[in-house]
């Protein structure tokens, strides 16, 4: 029962974890979002990393939230929450970059 719990608050601390790293990283690179993809010439590299890392923390953060319904054990209606929210805040974070980030980093 509580192990859907601990899973799903490992992934949220690996999310954070990866939002601390790019909030600090001295790599002289732009970190990308997307899988497989290259990243866009970037005007500050550094400024971008972190608002990454803000968005990636940020995105562990409300992803640990939604998997408190995960307390109530298996047959519990509130998994839903869990799962559609889940869901949401992944589109949520991906429209985030495209209109925020992006836009504002990307090299005209």
Do not use: H
């Not at 601990?6 to 690996?14: D, G, N, T």
């Not at 990283?25 to 970190?31: G, M, N, Y």
Request: charged residues 15%; positive net charge; contains cysteine.
């Amino acid at each position: 029962m509580m192990t859907a719990f601990w899973v799903w608050f490992l992934m949220a601390f690996c999310f954070m974890g990866l939002g601390i790293y790019n909030f600090f990283s001295k790599k002289k690179s732009a970190f990308g979002f997307w899988a497989n993809a290259k990243v866009f010439p970037v005007t500050d590299v550094k400024a971008y990393n972190r608002a990454l890392g803000k968005l990636w923390f940020v995105f562990g953060v409300v992803f640990a939230l939604l998997g408190l319904p995960l307390l109530g054990g298996q047959n519990t209606p509130y998994i839903l929450i869990s799962i559609l929210g889940a869901m949401l805040e992944a589109i949520a974070a991906m429209v985030v970059y495209v209109t925020v980030i992006e836009k504002k980093y990307r090299k005209q």
